[in-house]
């Protein structure tokens, strides 16, 4: 198993930007692709990004692709959302999720339910 905590949620401006981080808790990082999910009361959660092991596959989507860019350290356990151009529509409840995968996987996943492991979420408001 493995336990994410998200951290780096809170208020900006529109056009601001913020940064997210998530510790990972493993002894087996390197197993997992990783990825940004983000709810807001009464939608469906979607998906911001993800990237795999290495960090030489990564996917964003299209609403946030040239703002947003996720990242990994493995050294040090931690995936990375920095987030620039932020707008309110980006207010949201934000998720680190964990795909385990086998060794050296380029393969990663935009969808909610590949995912194994989910963070508490931290909390991005943008105010107009």
């Known amino acids: 198993q493995v336990q994410l905590v998200e951290s780096g949620g809170g208020l900006v401006q529109a056009g601001g930007s913020l940064r997210l981080s998530c510790a990972a808790s493993t002894r087996t990082f390197m197993q997992y692709a990783m990825a940004w999910f983000r709810q807001t009361p009464g939608k469906e959660r979607e998906f911001v990004a993800a990237?795999?092991?290495?960090?030489?596959?990564?996917s964003h989507a299209g609403s946030v692709k040239g703002r947003f860019t996720i990242s990994r350290d493995n050294a040090k356990n931690m995936v990375y959302l920095s987030m620039n151009s932020l707008k309110p529509e980006d207010t949201a409840a934000y998720y680190c999720a964990a795909d385990q995968q086998g060794p050296f996987a380029t393969m990663i996943s935009t969808a909610l339910g590949e995912y194994d492991y989910w963070g508490q979420g931290t909390q991005v408001t943008v105010s107009s």
């Open positions: 990237i795999n092991w290495n960090g030489g596959r990564s």
